[in-house]
């Protein structure tokens, strides 16, 4: 906006310049000569020296006889001719000169005042063109609005950006669900002769980066109708009203071009439950939804548009959304498996140059959790490792590297640890391990390092052994005692505590309550204790009411600090009794910063003698 200021200030300058560059260039020829006063000039008339006298306003241009020139001024009420008879010029005097009445001249508002009339109409239409410039280089929407900035996909678009249902790995299940939908779109009648009714929206869910907006744009390429595009957050924005009319006009657009798709990316940022108070703007927002909901409600039984939303967060959303007759398909779209990592990789190692020693199984099985954009990121991690190194390809080496990059944050080389912290964190990460080591229930060790990363200083990664969707107690209680595996490994090396199991003691001190007020896994019983409730615009959960009394909630800390009580006497039994373990583990990674699990396997096996170990 300051920039719209200062053209603002320089359009007025320029103005200003023109008109006082008038007033400089306007003829003063009044000004140039004597001025004498009026009651000479009747005597000089009597005399009959005056040959002309040129009138222009009251402003008097007095030629004589003689060729000399004089100005003057009569009176502003009256005409010249009066004014000379009232000063005692007699009718045949007047008469004997000419008088030559000129248009007015000079003053400086006749110049100023279209000026100042027409400025600020002037400046009122440049500062709308120039806004109007910049929304359509920007949003495109100062005057549109009220329309929808929706994208229509399909035809035109650029080869290389086509997606195709090919490059959406695994998602098999949900593939066939939204081609069975476009299916739909394409021929109705085969449904209708059979009475069924055509969903009207399907829902996508997903975590974060599963590949919904990726489907939805393979589905734009695939089903060969008309698909128009636009995110939730679109609608909620500017201006009040302004999302329920964009809805509007959305929606007539899409009917008008049935059969049609229309997709409604991050559809939570208006779905949201209707809670007052919370998130600023929730009115509007409310609105908007209702006008979707009425849009919805309006498709005549063989209007040909299918409303397709995505969102990851289908626990915010409106149970009125959700209704049948709305969005009354929802198709789950989850974390890849193992396979589906696997394929999500080969899309995305197509056209890089891989080395052979690359083995997709490995890096798909060291990456649970990971999301299809988490792996797409991973080898794009990769790949510019090797840049970096100036190798021809990209080694199996670069995609363990990027693993623990996009889980942990890049390495921190830089951030050296003293002798003594070494030490400290040594001794910490080989606690982990070793407890994570010894109880079966824990995750399997994949690697231990103590070289700092992102926000840690350093880190044992520990993985399930299988992919998981459902944890047991002992997992949990494994879970408690390897967690408790630093803290108590200083404890027991140092007879002293440091500040590295802070976030450790957080976790635990969380998954400890977690047992007894969520899981029911305490001697409590199986009752959830206080209400909880996400709270979607900061996306975190937190107990909102206590829904118990006070002498349960002492309770409640009884059991969860019994679990932590315990998880800590067993942990510390299980480093006192391999302490030797220990000493050579957190050794090994003093020297050498990180332990792979094939070595750290071998140094568990190995009982008693320490072996040097080559860098
Ligand atoms: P979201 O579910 O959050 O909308 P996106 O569809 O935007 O996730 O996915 C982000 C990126 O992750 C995609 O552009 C793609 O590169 C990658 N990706 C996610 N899922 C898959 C998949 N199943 N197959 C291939 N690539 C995927
Ligand atoms: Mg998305
Ligand atoms: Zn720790």
Redesign the pocket.
Same mark, same amino acid.
């Given at each position: 906006m300051n920039k719209v200021l200062q053209n603002f200030l320089f359009v007025i300058l320029i103005f200003l310049l023109i008109s006082s560059l008038f007033a400089l260039f306007n003829p003063q020829i009044f000004e140039k000569s004597e001025e004498v006063s009026f009651s000479q000039i009747s005597q000089d008339i009597n005399q009959g020296n005056i040959k002309e006298i040129i009138v222009s306003g009251d402003d008097l241009l007095i030629l004589y006889q003689d060729g000399k020139q004089v100005t003057s001024r009569k009176e502003s009420d009256s005409s010249l001719t009066q004014s000379l008879i009232n000063y005692g010029v007699s009718q045949e005097k007047i008469r004997g000169f000419q008088i030559k009445i000129e248009k007015e001249k000079g003053s400086i508002w006749e110049w100023l005042m279209p000026v100042l009339i027409f400025l600020p109409l002037l400046i009122f239409i440049w500062f709308f063109w120039t806004i109007s410039k910049q929304a359509k280089a920007g949003a495109g929407q100062t005057f549109s609005f009220l329309k929808a900035p929706a994208k229509l996909f399909g035809s035109g678009k650029a080869p290389g950006e086509k997606v195709t249902f090919k490059?959406? !790995?695994?998602?098999e299940g949900a593939k066939e669900e939204v081609k069975e939908v476009v299916d739909f779109l394409k021929n109705p009648k085969k449904f209708w002769k059979m009475g069924a009714r055509i969903p009207r929206g399907v829902l &996508?869910i997903? $975590? $974060?980066?599963?590949?919904?907006?990726? &489907?939805a744009r393979a589905v734009a390429n695939e089903s060969g109708v008309p698909f128009f595009s636009i995110v939730g957050s679109a609608f909620v924005e500017l201006f009040v009203g302004v999302g329920s009319s964009r809805v509007r006009s959305l929606f007539e657009t899409a009917k008008k071009n049935q059969p049609s798709i229309l997709f409604i990316?991050e559809i939570d940022a208006i779905g949201k439950t209707r809670m007052p108070g919370v998130g600023g703007g929730h009115e509007e927002r409310e609105q908007t939804l209702n006008q979707i909901l009425a849009e919805m409600d309006g498709f005549e039984r063989d209007t040909g548009v299918i409303v397709i939303g995505?969102t990851?967060k289908p626990d915010v959303l409106d149970s009125a959304l959700l209704r049948p007759g709305r969005f009354d398909r929802r198709i789950v &779209?989850d974390l $890849?498996d193992i396979k589906?990592r696997k394929? /999500?990789l080969k /899309?995305?190692c197509r056209d890089k140059p891989l080395s052979l020693d690359v083995n997709l199984d490995e890096i798909a099985e060291r990456t649970p959790g990971f999301?299809? !954009?988490d &792996? !797409?990121n991973l080898v794009n991690e990769a790949a510019i490792f090797a840049a970096r190194k100036d190798k021809k390809q990209i080694y199996q080496e670069e995609f363990l590297e990027s693993i623990e990059k996009v889980l942990l944050g890049p390495e921190r080389k830089s951030h050296l640890l003293s002798k003594k912290e070494k030490e400290i964190c040594a001794f910490h990460e080989a606690g982990h391990a070793l407890v994570a080591a010894s109880i079966p229930e824990a995750e399997q060790v994949r690697k231990i390092s103590i070289v700092s990363r992102g926000m840690v200083a350093g880190y044992t990664l520990a993985l399930p052994k299988e992919e998981k969707r459902i944890k047991t107690k002992s997992e949990f209680l494994a879970e408690l005692s390897v967690l408790l595996g630093g803290f108590c490994a200083e404890k027991l090396k140092f007879k002293e505590i440091s500040t590295g199991a802070t976030n450790d003691l957080e976790k635990v001190s969380l998954l400890a309550r977690n047992l007894v007020t969520k899981y029911g896994m305490s001697k409590l019983g199986p009752i959830s204790f206080g209400k909880r409730e996400s709270m979607p615009f900061l996306g975190w959960e937190a107990e909102t009411e206590r829904n118990y009394s006070e002498k349960i909630a002492t309770a409640i800390d009884k059991e969860t600090e019994r679990f932590i009580k315990e998880a800590e006497k067993k942990t510390i039994r299980i480093l006192k009794k391999k302490r030797k373990t220990l000493e050579r583990i957190a050794k090994v990674l003093i020297e050498k910063e990180t332990i792979e699990k094939e070595e750290f396997e071998n140094l568990i096996k190995k009982k008693g003698k320490i072996k040097k170990v080559k860098r």
């Open positions: 490059d959406v !790995a695994g998602l &996508l997903g $975590p $974060p980066g599963t590949g919904k907006t990726l &489907l990316d995505a990851n &779209l $890849p589906g394929e /999500i /899309i995305h999301s299809g !954009a &792996l !797409a």
